[in-house]
């Protein structure tokens, strides 16, 4: 009895007794949800254009933030360490798709899959060697104040963050949609060999999506560093990102924004209402979980493709 | 010249299905098995035994359960470290409340255990699939350890957290616990790894592993071929788990003596998978050259620097580990994607033609 008030009771009472603090939850749940979609959206990007599940993101967006910290660090203005910092990714997409990708064409999902993980490796070891491994502070001059509005206290660095999410995906998706490059790349995520006999060329595509998604990184590097510093432990925000993305659909951009939504508000809701009954901590495992929930009743998640199997 | 199997004829079924159907081949195994059991022992020092031949004997028996599900069943897991983990916390939960039992039928009772819980997460992988499937699993990674780290009757409410291997006899002979020399824990994980690598290999070879290479293949027609999927996935996460659960008990009792939950964290799940993958999947020997490969090259690498008399400071030679082991992965599956199980059946290829191909 005393288990289950707890478990289906008094997380609602509490919700009902201040609905301030349950809208501040929430808010702070979607905002940190817009972060964990900042690296899903790098997984998508990849695995649509070229069906490899690219575990180093995380790694490539440690990479990418301790490139420009370490720019910064030797005194390079902030635009031009930002510029020179997307020509690395730049750089490391050719480097990729010239070392591995290539080789590997046509190979099973898994071994690809495998091969990013080494990738991974390879990423935390170069860039800490590059630039160091002990902890850095990003400040690229975002104001990082609360303020109230209507009782609910706001942070200004999160709304910046939100906002720069959404501008990124609204470019995604006008990059998507509208030029002649976005739709060879949805050509491509289409079907390889159908692009490539109308003339797609299948590397270049590559180099942009990889380019495209280490780009991607370098902004999830900038929020996540920003905020929590840059370090080792930022490449491990790839695992924060796997339900959201699983949940979203591997497949789909607007799937990886809902899917960091509802993962980052379900894991504070839960954290802060049913935390307690289980001990706390519960944010390892919860996303997990209530992805988990979700996929048996879409197996491809809230908005991947379909899967239709045929004999 | 050597490696040939003319002449050799096969004058009954029982001789035609036996396991090694080439002589060649049965006397190299009966070596390996001689030189294991009867030199190694006897010729390596503490060291060898412990850092190097006793964790690959043990991860050779996790990589052989992860091939069963992986590589023969065909359901990428990704909860190898937390099903050892079951294994692990279930031996020492039972071995020191009920010490009267003895260790060994402690090990299989634990490895049953890890089933029941592989099972249970078995269980979303009849809707989910592929790499769905392989992430959904680290709901299993990351829960279990959560909860072995959450709830103290696990271990014992420990304050320290952690899980120690308690002194525990075979037959009068010390095997588990400070006080076993490594010789006799050797020939624990020796004698555990061969007998359920024999399991594994006729399990494979037999009605079970067939129906798992079918469903493999292609679930839906396997289906129409009258294999029940549910069946026949949930015994796949069974006899994995029971194997990694097994193989997870042995690491903390005959190797490492006490371990918390992070020896079991999502980094060993992927060295598991690495193993598979880099020995071949579908391949119970390649499982076993893949853990002895993931074993002996970060200790190699690590040693290297001083073996050349580089001076390279800790942190650095660290990261180029880092680099080296990345680059040595992704170089292995660029050459021989299907891994050295591949390679070794393209050698027996070239010696059965050797020294006159046509």
Redesign the interface.
Known sequence: MELLNILFVAPFLDMADSPVFFAEVVITGLLTGIMYSLVALGFVLIFKASGV?NFAQGAMVLFAALTLVGLMERGVPIPLALVGTVLVMIALAMLIER??LR??VN?????L???T??????????G??AWG?NVKVLDIGIPDQSFEVYGILLNQFDLFAAGTGAVLVTTLAVFFQKTTIGRALRAVADDHQAALSVGIPLKTIWVIVWSVSGIVALVAGIMWGAKSGVQFSLSLIA?KA??V??LGG?TSVPGAIIGGLIIGVGEKIAEIYWGPA?????E??FA??L??AF??FR???LFGEK?I??? | MFYRETGQFKTNYQKDQQVFPIAQDRVFVALLLIVAFGVVPFVANEYWLQAILIPFLIFSLAAVGLNLLTGYAGQVSLGTGAFMAVGAYATYKITTNIPEINIIIVFLLSGGIAALVGILFGLPSLRIKGFYLAVATLAAQFFILWLFNKVGWFYNDNPSGTITAPPRTLFGIMISGPRATAEVRYFVALIFLVGFTIVAKNIVRGRIGRSWMAIRDMDIAAEIIGIEPLKTKLMAFAVSSFYCGVAGALSVFVWLGSAETEAFDIFLSFQILFMIIIGGLGSIMGSIVGAAFITLVPIFLTNAPALFGLPISTDLSKHIEEIVFGGLIVYLLIVEPHGFARLWQIGKEKLRQWPFPY
């Open positions: 599940f070392m591995m080789h590997l190979q099973e999902g898994i071994i899959f495998m091969a993980i080494g990738l991974n490796f390879l990423l935390e070891g170069a800490q060697i491994s695992l796997l339900p993305l699983i591997f289980f001990g706390g901590a519960i390892g495992w997990y979980m992805a988990l996929l048996m197996p491809q998640g899967i199997e045929r004999v």
